[in-house]
């Protein structure tokens, strides 16, 4: 690796568990020796190959095999373009049901990352069919959407399970809420629901005033949340949390791709010297 990169590279690891599957295991059982889950992520999206797309397949099959050896506890979580979505919905929804049916023989769940607005419909569409044959499969809404409420309404009562997520990517005000306040008072509102309607979903934030308004939604309705934060943002609330007995997913992007999903954290509006902060106080 160029000198350039390695020292980028030293950089990222913070939010990145490194380049290989087996860097990826080995930080993956250091984190369930902190009591806490993992979801992993291969880095990939909008891909347009269909070598690339099949050898992305490999890569999880390989990753999953590499968790049930290693006895890893967690998850992974795919994004919806890079298994084809952004050639064809018949290759995504094949693609997915592939990996969803080989995770499902080693006892593994496999969550759907939510991309951008373009991609909602088809992702949410190709979701619920398969959830007719396929119960190891979550699905990641995004509260900053104006239609997420009913969407979470439809997928719970189909028997979906949801990872609540405010939203990476940025729209207009057609389809998104704009203000933070709304944005938050949403994904309130979809947590409501799930507390009093589905047995399993995730509050996925780093946000700690939703983590406490969870947390006292499962005091009222006597019932667990799973609770997920990214690799290396408020590190030290997430093992608060798993001391304190709830169940906690550390999301952990891994892969050659690091680079672009480095630079997007840094980007992520209002977050880049948060995330500097991040680096050095963990
Ligand atoms: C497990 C998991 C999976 C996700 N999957 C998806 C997905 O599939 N699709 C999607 O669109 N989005 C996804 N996201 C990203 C999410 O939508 C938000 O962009 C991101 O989590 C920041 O929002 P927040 O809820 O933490 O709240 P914010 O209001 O953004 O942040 C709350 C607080 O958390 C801390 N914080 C947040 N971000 C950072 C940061 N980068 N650096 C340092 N501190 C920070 C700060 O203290 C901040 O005040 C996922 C997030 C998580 C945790």
Redesign the pocket.
């Known amino acids: 690796m160029p000198i350039l990169s390695r020292l980028g590279m030293v950089f990222a690891q913070k939010?990145i568990a490194g380049v290989s599957i087996s860097d990826a295991i080995r930080k993956a059982r250091e984190i369930n020796g902190n009591g806490e889950k993992v979801?992993m992520n291969y880095l990939g999206e909008d891909l347009t190959d269909r070598r690339k797309i099949d050898s992305e397949i490999m890569c999880y099959k390989e990753l999953l095999d590499s968790m049930r050896r290693n006895r890893i506890k967690g998850a992974i979580?795919v994004?919806p373009t890079q298994l084809g979505l952004f050639l064809q919905e018949k290759l995504f929804a094949e693609s997915l049901d592939g990996i969803a049916a080989y995770a499902s023989k080693r006892k593994i769940f496999v969550?759907?990352?939510?991309?951008d607005y373009e991609f909602v419909e088809k992702t949410i569409d190709i979701y619920s069919r398969l959830l007719q044959k396929r119960k190891n499969v979550g699905i990641?809404i995004?509260s900053?959407l104006r239609r997420s409420y009913d969407d979470v309404k439809r997928l719970a009562g189909a028997g979906a399970r949801i990872?609540l997520?405010?939203?990476?990517?940025k729209y207009t005000d057609d389809i998104s809420y704009m203000y933070?306040s709304e944005?938050?008072a949403n994904?309130m509102r979809c947590a409501g629901y799930l507390f009093k309607n589905s047995d399993g979903f995730?509050i996925?934030?780093?946000?700690?005033h939703?983590i406490e308004e969870c947390r006292r939604l499962e005091r009222r309705y006597k019932k667990r949340a799973q609770f997920?934060?990214?690799k290396?943002?408020?590190g030290m609330l997430a093992k608060e949390l798993a001391d304190g007995g709830e169940e906690v997913?550390?999301?952990m992007p891994f892969g050659e791709e690091w680079f672009r999903y480095s630079i997007r954290?840094l980007s992520?509006e209002?977050?880049a010297l948060?995330?500097l902060?991040?680096v050095f106080q963990g």
């Open positions: 939010w979801i979580s994004k969550w759907l990352d939510m991309e990641c995004q900053r990872r997520v405010k939203g990476a990517y933070d944005v938050d994904y995730m996925a934030t780093h946000d700690s939703l997920a934060m990214l290396g943002i408020r997913y550390i999301y954290r992520e209002g977050h948060l995330l902060r991040s």
